[in-house]
């Protein structure tokens, strides 16, 4: 169980803030595109997710920890946990980014709590919210939940041939559209590298197995919600996406083919599954009700 004394000193933290400026430049949203081309569709405007490629905080390289990530205690508490997990967010969409216009990022700690899960033991949750805006007027509201925990030993089931057509069969029907993806380690590199994420599990796999106790490179979990938002996006191309939330069940690996699904009508509930039919992560999606006009 967690020491008072601890979750106390983490609490510290509360109120903590990290401040980034950027510009959405013509080459980034190229680069991003290019990246994505053949796993999504992204439509004409500034593609939905890319706010998590701006702005990043700039760590110098003695500032890093052993998992590539910045270390704790600076802007993030330190937290006595080693394996670290973007839980969820909520994303609020007020105004689409404006290419070529400065960005400002603040993010600050809304939160730091602690539970006990019979699986996994002491948890730790550090709730952060992030606004994006230019021009002094909020464009995106996110709130983040990062959680921490001990190590643990995951298997990797791998997939006998053909199981990404045998098992799509046994997923939830859906009314809308599915992408079948098999990311590769240079998608997982790409990403990381445009979010200037240094995290380690995304493409050092000595470190991910051997350090971390993961089967294999780990797909990052903004880059999957980019793919759902995307598709709910293209599933109502009449209505602009408004608010898009997800939660992280279970990590899914490189070279391991998910199915990324909508589940209904007006593409408002969205799923992806690994090709064992695990859910891997659910999502909820909102849209203006006024339709967007060419």
Same mark, same amino acid.
């Given at each position: /169980? ?28 190229? %680069?991003?595109?290019? /990246? ?29 920890? !052993? ?13 006595? =946990? ?29 939160? !730091? !709590? ?16 992030? #606004? ?5 007027? #909020? ?55 445009? #979010? ?13 197995? #051997?350090? +971390? $106790?993961?089967? $294999?490179? !780990?797909?990052? $979990? ?8 995307? =598709? ?31 589940? @209904? @009508? ?6 992806? %599954?690994?090709?064992?039919? @695990?859910?891997? /992560?659910?999502?909820?999606? +909102?849209? +203006? ?6």
């Amino acid at each position: /169980m967690a020491k008072v004394f601890e979750i106390d000193h983490l609490r510290n933290w509360i109120g903590n803030q990290d401040i980034g400026t950027d510009t959405l430049t013509p080459e980034l949203l190229k %680069r991003f595109r290019a /990246m994505l081309d053949g796993y999504t569709e992204l439509g004409a405007q500034v593609p939905l997710g890319i706010h998590w490629c701006l702005a990043q905080p700039a760590v110098n390289n003695e500032g890093l920890g !052993v998992d590539g990530h910045p270390a704790k205690g600076e802007f993030l508490p330190p937290v006595p =946990l080693p394996q670290r997990m973007w839980a969820s967010s909520r994303v609020k969409f007020h105004k689409p980014l404006r290419v070529g216009v400065p960005i400002g990022r603040t993010s600050t700690i809304e939160d !730091v !709590v602690s539970k006990q899960s019979a699986a996994s033991g002491t948890l730790f949750f550090v709730h952060i919210d992030h #606004t994006f805006t230019q021009d002094n007027e #909020t464009l995106i509201e996110e709130k983040q939940v990062i959680v921490y925990r001990h190590f643990s030993a995951l298997k990797r089931a791998e997939p006998a041939p053909g199981s990404l057509a045998q098992t799509s069969n046994g997923l939830p029907k859906s009314a809308g559209r599915t992408l079948n993806i098999l990311p590769n380690s240079t998608l997982l590199f790409r990403y990381s590298g445009m #979010t200037f994420n240094g995290h380690r599990i995304h493409y050092d796999h000595n470190y991910a197995t #051997t350090q +971390e $106790g993961y089967p $294999g490179l !780990v797909v990052q $979990g903004p880059l999957m919600a980019t793919l759902l938002m995307n =598709l709910a996006q293209a599933s109502r191309p009449q209505n602009v996406l408004q608010a898009f939330e997800f939660r992280g069940v279970a990590p899914t690996f490189v070279d391991q083919p998910f199915q990324v699904a909508v589940l @209904d @009508d007006g593409a408002e509930s969205l799923e992806i %599954r690994n090709h064992d039919c @695990d859910l891997v /992560m659910s999502a909820s999606a +909102e849209f +203006e009700s006024t339709e967007i006009t060419s």
